[in-house]
């Protein structure tokens, strides 16, 4: 079964400040950077865990945004010069999940999968996911498998041909010898 929503999602890192009236560089940690990185946003500053941080400044709103890169330029309100701007850089934005989109058709998000049962096209169990590695140039799923060593399965297509919610379950096509792991 999959775990309960998070109370916040991790959608950006302010990596660093951008010239001397407050600007931050902030890296998209999202799909929909577009949807969310808009004046008048609002976020929870927290940690790479998305856990909000224990600090004054708790919330954030855009001001102004403009892409940048291979991010986004975004000025916050009430942040008015690089100073202040500095205090910020290296944190992490927070979004609550109750005000996130919910996934299209075909989406999900990495939260939904774990504790899925894996199986083969013919029907036959591999095991459960017990984690989601976000790594390149595939994700990857963690299955744990019982009696066995765990196993990590690309999360792509041709491997993985669909994901069904109810009952959670992941349907795989392993390639030749990789269930023999």
Do not use: C
Not at 13 to 33: C, M, P, Q
Not at 139 to 155: A, D, K, N, Y
Not at 169 to 174: C, D, G, K, T, Y
Request: aromatic share 8%.
């Amino acid at each position: 079964m999959a775990t309960s929503p998070p109370p916040f999602l991790v959608v950006g890192h302010l990596n660093k400040v951008h010239g001397i009236r407050g600007e931050l560089f902030v890296w998209s940690l999202t799909d929909r950077a577009e949807d969310i990185f808009h004046p008048g946003a609002t976020f929870r500053l927290g940690d790479a865990d998305a856990q909000p941080m224990d600090v004054p400044v708790r919330s954030l709103t855009i001001e102004s945004v403009r892409p940048y890169r291979t991010g986004w330029l975004v000025r916050f309100e009430d942040v008015e010069d690089r100073t202040q701007a500095e205090f910020l850089a290296g944190s992490y934005l927070l979004q609550p999940f109750a005000e996130v989109d919910a996934p299209e058709e075909g989406e999900y998000f990495y939260h939904e999968l774990l504790g899925a049962t894996v199986a083969t096209g013919d029907g036959t169990v591999v095991g459960t996911v017990r984690e989601v590695y976000e790594l390149a140039p595939s994700h990857m799923l963690e299955v744990t498998r019982p009696g066995r060593p765990s196993l990590l399965v690309p999360l792509s297509r041709p491997i993985v041909t669909s994901v069904e919610r109810d009952p959670l379950r992941i349907v795989i096509e392993p390639p030749d010898g990789l269930l023999d792991l």
